[in-house]
């Protein structure tokens, strides 16, 4: 099946820096990518739709100026959280869709002091 | 928009009974339903999914059924076996997948 890679797999940053997440789809293109974030025991919940060329769409309650989402290639779509607290802390975890199916990044654990 | 829930959020059996997990969806217009599976830290895995003009599909001994018209979706797990131990997560599909809130397999040797 087609592979999307996330990176950095863990991240540990201090409280008021900002926070990079990148997610590439390998072998295939994709002009939308999915970001989600989840919490300890908790489901999989969807942050934002990453649209290549254009803006991303936020799920109600995501604060688009906090979770920055830049979609700059149809293999690249980054996830920037700025200015973290520790209640960002979580597992950030991107996904694309290829041919049908949608096949998920490695995820990233993000842990803010 | 699309409100998945499932059920039970935790399920415990004896290796070789069966488990079943339910989800509910609320968008009609969802066409597209996927199992996961999700291991501590890692990415969810695909298990099995169907799609709205199928009315079950089942893959040795993983099935899953859908009722359009209840807009209920289950899967089915025969013969579980401690290595099924994990976290499900059911969603349903339009043009963005949202997720069941999970339950928690426990397979008992």
């Known amino acids: 099946g087609a592979v999307v890679s996330q990176h950095p797999s863990r991240v540990i940053c201090k409280s008021g820096t900002s926070v990079k997440i990148e997610c590439r789809s390998l072998?295939?293109?994709?002009?939308?990518m999915f970001w989600y974030r989840q919490f300890p025991k908790q489901s999989l919940m969807l942050m934002a739709t990453?649209?290549?060329?254009?803006?991303?769409?936020?799920e109600q309650g995501v604060e688009k100026d906090k979770f920055l989402i830049n979609h700059a290639s149809l293999t690249l779509s980054t996830l920037t959280v700025t200015s973290a607290h520790p209640e960002d802390s979580s597992f950030y975890i991107c996904?694309?869709?290829?041919?049908?199916?949608?096949?998920f990044g490695e995820g990233s654990r993000l842990t803010v002091l | 928009g699309e409100n998945v829930e499932q059920h039970p959020s935790t399920l415990s059996v004896q290796e070789g009974d069966s488990a079943v997990i339910k989800c509910t969806y609320s968008?009609?217009?969802?066409?597209?339903f996927p199992w996961y599976k999700q291991e501590l830290g890692k990415r969810p895995q695909l298990i099995i999914d169907i799609r709205s003009n199928v009315g079950e599909k089942k893959d040795q001994r993983i099935a899953v059924t859908l009722n359009k018209t209840a807009k209920h979706f289950s899967l089915h797990i025969t013969e579980t076996q401690p290595e099924d131990s994990a976290v499900y997560f059911c969603a349903a599909n339009t043009d963005k997948l949202i997720f069941g809130t999970g339950t928690r397999l426990q397979v008992f040797p």
């Open positions: 968008d009609s217009a969802s066409n597209y």
């Open positions: 996904s694309a869709r290829d041919l049908g199916e949608l096949f």
């Open positions: 990453s649209n290549e060329g254009s803006k991303a769409t936020y």
């Open positions: 072998d295939f293109q994709a002009t939308t």
